[in-house]
């Protein structure tokens, strides 16, 4: 079955340490996203990329490194410059050069930092 | 800069109830508009996808539509069941940008 896959589900970090969370997806699409939801707020975009070895910064990109060497996989790096790192972190990916544009998500990471 | 405003923020229906779901966006130059389920700790759920040509959707129990003009969307629920308790997001592609933006959503409780 095509799909994503985010692994692990659950993180947990001390406060400093780097943490990097995997996404893959086996759907050929081109452009994946990082999303990062907190509780009682809609979904914030971290980066995303639209080609391999191409990404854009989103909205909050302060903290976090992405990088895209591969079409499928689209890691995210959580450094210790994020002042406020636990989150629900969400990989999407879409189909690109048409209209439609629907987005793909998978079942997300829930990172702990303390 | 887009915006998109989901009402109410949360909804709690007995079971059986037709109900719906409000997003409203503040810029009308999008390319589609896209309902979402999300169940507590897990990822979203693409339930409708509306293109910007169109005017509505339906799937099974559930019918979408779009007002471009007026920036407004709404998700129709017939014959709610317990079972689709969960959060409700809607998102707008928008042309400024390759990305989508959301909505903070709704969370339903239906009550058997």
């Known amino acids: 079955d095509g799909g994503i896959t985010q692994s692990p589900k659950y993180l947990f970090r001390k406060e400093g340490q780097n943490v990097t969370l995997s996404c893959e997806q086996n759907l050929n699409h081109d452009a994946m996203y990082w999303y990062r939801q907190d509780p009682g707020q809609g979904l914030r975009l971290i980066y995303y990329?639209?080609?391999?070895?191409?990404?854009q910064k989103g909205d909050i990109a302060e903290g976090y490194s992405v990088s895209r060497e591969k079409k499928e996989s689209f890691p995210l790096t959580v450094t210790s410059a994020q002042k406020n790192p636990t989150a629900f972190y969400l990989c999407?990916?879409?189909?690109?050069?048409?209209?439609?544009?629907?987005?793909?998500f998978g079942p997300g990471t829930r990172l702990t930092v303390t | 800069k887009q915006e998109v405003t989901q009402i109410p923020a949360a909804l709690s229906v007995p079971e059986g109830e037709n109900l719906v779901l409000n997003c409203s966006f503040t810029d009308s130059a999008i390319y589609n508009l896209q309902w979402f389920r999300q169940d507590p700790g897990k990822g979203l759920t693409s339930l409708l996808l509306?293109?910007?040509?169109?005017r509505e959707q339906t799937s099974g129990r559930l019918n979408a539509s779009l007002d471009k003009s007026s920036g407004r969307s709404t998700l129709y629920i017939a014959a709610s069941q317990p079972g689709d308790s969960a959060t409700y997001l809607c998102?707008?592609?928008?042309?400024?940008?390759?990305?989508?933006?959301f909505g903070a959503g709704t969370r339903l409780f239906v009550k058997a």
């Open positions: 990329s639209q080609i391999v070895n191409d990404f």
């Open positions: 999407a990916s879409t189909v690109t050069g048409g209209a439609i544009n629907e987005q793909y």
């Open positions: 509306i293109q910007s040509s169109q």
């Open positions: 998102a707008v592609w928008d042309t400024g940008g390759f990305k989508t933006i």
